[in-house]
């Protein structure tokens, strides 16, 4: 089973920046596509950013194209958020999907989450 550890979330004014980091461990793979969801209080899990393998095909939702930027280095992740707003707040879940691609990755059977990682924006 695939371990997944976020960090790097915290308390950030509006306008400001986070750097999210998650390494997915535990088995010997490398999926095809790993990717950020984000989930607020009383809303569902929504997709945010992923990215294939090798970085060369990438997918932001809407709400944060031109101002996310994800990366990945071997099983590590990252979303580098800037221009924050108070509507990002939320808690922050990466996942990795062995075979799928950027387009499916919304929609993949994940069979387990981590912890997530907290991203609070203030006004």
């Known amino acids: 089973q695939v371990q997944l550890d976020e960090s790097g979330g915290g308390l950030v004014q509006a306008g400001g920046s986070l750097r999210l980091s998650c390494a997915a461990s535990g088995r010997t793979f490398s999926p095809n596509v790993m990717g950020w969801f984000r989930q607020a209080p009383g809303k569902e899990r929504e997709l945010v950013a992923a990215i294939s393998r090798i970085g060369d095909d990438t997918y932001y939702a809407d709400f944060v194209k031109g101002r996310f930027t994800i990366s990945r280095a071997e099983n590590t992740v990252y979303l580098q958020m800037d221009s924050l707003k108070p509507e990002d707040t939320a808690t922050y879940y990466c996942?990795?999907?062995?075979?799928?691609?950027?387009?499916?990755?919304?929609?993949?059977?994940?069979?387990?989450w981590g912890q997530g990682t907290q991203v609070t924006v203030s006004s």
């Open positions: 996942n990795a999907d062995p075979l799928g691609t950027t387009l499916t990755f919304r929609r993949a059977d994940f069979a387990s």
